[in-house]
């Protein structure tokens, strides 16, 4: 009992003495001008860490990135541990009146893929905006269902039970997932709505999209929802979506360029950047779940307002060429023309 | 010579005895702090764990702990569907764990060799030592798919299958997944108290009973565990105190399903697994005061079942005595 009393107590010491390194660790590290922290989304991570060289080699300012999840990058600025937060989705009312004076300004555009494990099936599954819906519902539940079969003629569909695989923690992929499932489902409106967490009314819930993948991996007859570059990267058999125009489309760069057409030519409000199931006239290969992915910044940033101006305008500018190797689409000029407006925002203030 | 020799008698210096006091009063100032503290830093967690779940509480009312909803869309919230999971997987886990960690205990003190029982003891200790995201991790590859694989149909294959919480498909995620890694967790726990229990247990009493004619299992229940007895008591109620809390874990094998399954097999979510999950990210704010209600609900559990803990000590201890 005395040796596991002073053993506690050494742990404490230790533990009290790295909570105090870490402390002034992270003072020391507090960046001076020229230098930007920033945390959130896992989504932009692969274009954001293509472009820390590359915008240290053009304005030798230093980024430092971490991936976190949307959630975290939204309560970070907020909490303004972080000189910049990352996130999916945009802010709901509720988050940007906690942020107190954040700019939301979207800097990266891709799609939304449907990884999933079907042994045997032998073609790459083919699926439609109600099938999805119904899938995600609970009311398909074996992947030899008519509604399946349908649109597969060719396929090998098992009798195997469908296993829906969500996103638990708070997600910007969720954020877009079921923004298109309100749009192609009233049934899904109604019953289950849009947001970063919503309450599935079927399946198994994972954190983060390695996460839901490692449950698609190790479960036959599971499908989720994760970005294509992760289900390009790991090597995923994903699903080809039906869009209005009647085309089967994959969520490459060319497919998320053509759901582009369906944006205002001058956009004025962050909501008006929806692109998820694109009208007939955006063509046979537009890909109906593409998503922007946005950067959160305070208005008033102190001394580090000119640093932030400066690489967020790289990002949105000079940084997009980076995108297509990793599927992600450059942005147009309308959004790129939206995001010039909000940068300008980002001043020294108070 | 003399004067070199210390005199019991002889009256102590002053500043010998100022020196003594003052060290009391140093040792006595910093228990007194001390035992202060951690006794403010407890009412002072509460206090903001309330006042953060308020909005919510006024709001929902105590209806909210039996209400069978999370719907942040729709903003209707209700914790039973946590309560449940919480509940369920960690008493599946102390039914499970409390023998074996009995029997472990046993084995160690009673019935296996000193050269044995050394390293063996010091496994089981550093199975606690474990971090639990790791043996979240593991039950998310590992351990969640032999179950699925292995397990489940085979508990469905024998007649507890005809049961409803052992009906319905397999499954990597679920509660009895959850149940079984809180139950690895608990173990070390509660067999490390119970073996230091029956260290303690007099050796002139097992050596009497055994000269009494009783065999070795005869001694064992009629004199290690009666003598035990309250220790054993608290230290399942402190692993179920553990169960109860754990969070990452369970997060990792639940499934994390916003419903109170039928089955077992099937994805549910814990009170911890839905606060980990969901605080950090909430869009509004009663999504986030709602998550503080959850934690307020969660803290009122712990609590509850260790002052349960020291009340059965108690209770067993005035027992004894009055034999």
Sequence with gaps: MKRAFVLGLAVLVI???????????????????????????????P?????????????????????????????QVTARTVDFG??????????????????????????????????????????????????????????????????????????????????????????AFTNYLSEVSPQWKGKVGSATTVNFPAGTGARGSSGVAGVVKSTAGAITYVDAAYSIQNKFQFALIKNRAG????????????ALS???????????????????????????????????????????????????????????????????????????GFAYRKIKKIQAGT | MTSTTYDPAAPETDLRRRGLRLGDVLFKGVSVVAAAAATALLGLIAWKVLALAWPAIQDFGLSFVWTDAWDPVAGVYGGLIFVYGTVVTSLIALVIAAPLSIAIALFLTEIAPRRVAAPIATMVELLAAIPSVV??????????????????????????????????????????????????????????????????VPRDLTDGALALGSTRWESIRSVVLTYAAPGIAAAVLLGLGRAFGEAIAVNQTIGNHNVIPTSWFEPGDSLGSKIAAEYVGATSLEQ????????????????????????????????????
């Excluded at chain 1, 009290?16 to 989504?43: D, E, L, M, N, W």
């Excluded at chain 1, 085309?247 to 053509?258: E, H, K, L, S």
């Excluded at chain 2, 609590?303 to 009340?311: D, I, R, S």
């Design chain 2, 288 to 323: 986030a005061s709602s998550i503080l209600y959850l934690a307020a609900i969660l803290m009122v559990i712990s609590l509850a079942t260790n002052v349960v803990a020291q009340l059965v000590v108690v209770r067993f201890e005035r027992a004894r005595r009055a034999v």
């Design chain 1, 15 to 45: 533990g009290a003495a790295a909570a105090f390194a870490g402390r002034t660790q992270s003072a020391s590290a507090k960046p001076a001008a020229g230098s930007v922290v920033g945390t959130g989304s896992t989504f932009v991570f």
């Design chain 2, 135 to 200: 043996l979240g991790l593991w039950g998310i590859l590992v351990f969640g798919p032999w179950i699925r694989d292995h397990l489940e149909p085979w508990i469905q294959a024998t007649p507890l299958g005809l049961l409803p919480v052992f009906s319905g498909t397999p499954s990597q995620a679920g509660i009895l997944p959850a149940a079984l890694v809180l139950t690895i967790m608990i173990i070390p726990i509660t067999s490390a108290i119970c073996r230091e229990l029956f260290i303690r």
């Design chain 1, 86 to 175: 990352a996130s999916d989705a945009p802010m709901t009312p509720d988050q940007l009146s906690a942020c107190k004076g954040c700019t939301v300004i979207p800097w990266g555009l891709a799609g939304m893929s449907l990884p999933y494990n079907i042994p045997g099936i032998g073609s790459r599954l083919r699926l439609d905006g109600p099938a999805i819906a119904n899938i995600f519902l609970g009311s398909i539940t074996s992947w030899n269902a008519p509604a399946i079969k349908r649109l597969n003629p060719k396929a090998k569909l098992p009798d195997l039970k469908i296993t829906p695989v969500y996103r638990a923690d708070s997600s910007g992929s969720t954020y």
């Design chain 1, 247 to 258: 085309g089967f489309a994959t969520p490459g760069v060319r497919g998320v360029t053509a």
């Design chain 1, 47 to 75: 274009l954001v860490s293509k472009w820390i060289p590359a915008v240290d080699n053009a304005l030798g300012i230093k980024v430092t990135y971490s991936p976190t999840g949307s959630g975290a990058g939204i309560a």
């Design chain 1, 262 to 336: 369906q944006l205002p030519k001058k956009i004025t409000n962050a909501s008006q950047l929806k692109i998820v199931d694109p009208p007939k006239s955006a063509g046979k290969r537009a890909y109906p779940i593409s998503t922007f992915t946005f950067v959160i910044v305070p208005t008033s940033a102190g001394d580090k307002a000119q640093t932030l101006r400066q690489f967020v305008y790289w990002a949105v500018t000079q940084g997009q060429k980076f995108g297509p190797p990793l599927y992600f689409v450059p942005l147009p000029d309308n959004v790129k």
